[in-house]
């Protein structure tokens, strides 16, 4: 029986001990002074973990676009009379035939700008500046292309 007692004494001791570490716990919970998260955390665990996330996402991306075919010029041949429109920033080089050029190129290798109607140069670097940047076959022509061709 004193047994007993002593039992219920000891785990009414340890039920207020815990309501009241409870109690402290919830008014001292997430303080200006002792934060929920704190800043080490953020700086040494998570930040290195978004960072790598991050850089792994970008190297997916970068990937799937070289596999595409954007960063690489891709040849193409175009027949007299065919056209195509390329996106601002994409780049051709004519290698063979006649090509003009029309609503905005610049031709890189001379660093000047390409009036509309221009035959443009072989193996001179064109980049389309324009919307609506077009180049249309005057002969048989065979162009590589880098960037994206407008449908």
Known sequence: M????TLI?????????ALAAGAYAAVNYGSEDDPLV??????????PEIEMELENE????????EEAGVDNFVPL??????SLSLSVGSEALLRSGE?????????????SDTANGT????????????????L????????????????
Not at 58 to 65: D, S
Not at 100 to 109: E, I, K, L, R
């Open 38 to 47: 704190t800043k080490s955390y953020l700086d040494k665990v998570l930040r």
């Open 77 to 82: 041949n175009l027949a007299a009379g065919e």
């Open 136 to 151: 249309t076959a005057e002969s048989e022509a065979l162009l590589l292309i880098k960037g994206t061709i407008i449908e």
């Open 9 to 17: 004494i000891v785990l009414i001791a340890l039920l207020v001990f």
């Open 58 to 65: 970008l190297n997916m991306a970068i990937t799937q676009l």
């Open 99 to 111: 090509v003009s050029a029309s609503g905005g190129f610049v031709d890189t290798t001379e660093g």
């Open 2 to 5: 004193k047994n007993k007692k």
């Open 119 to 134: 035959i443009i140069e072989i193996n001179h670097l064109y980049m389309a500046l324009g919307v609506d940047a077009k």
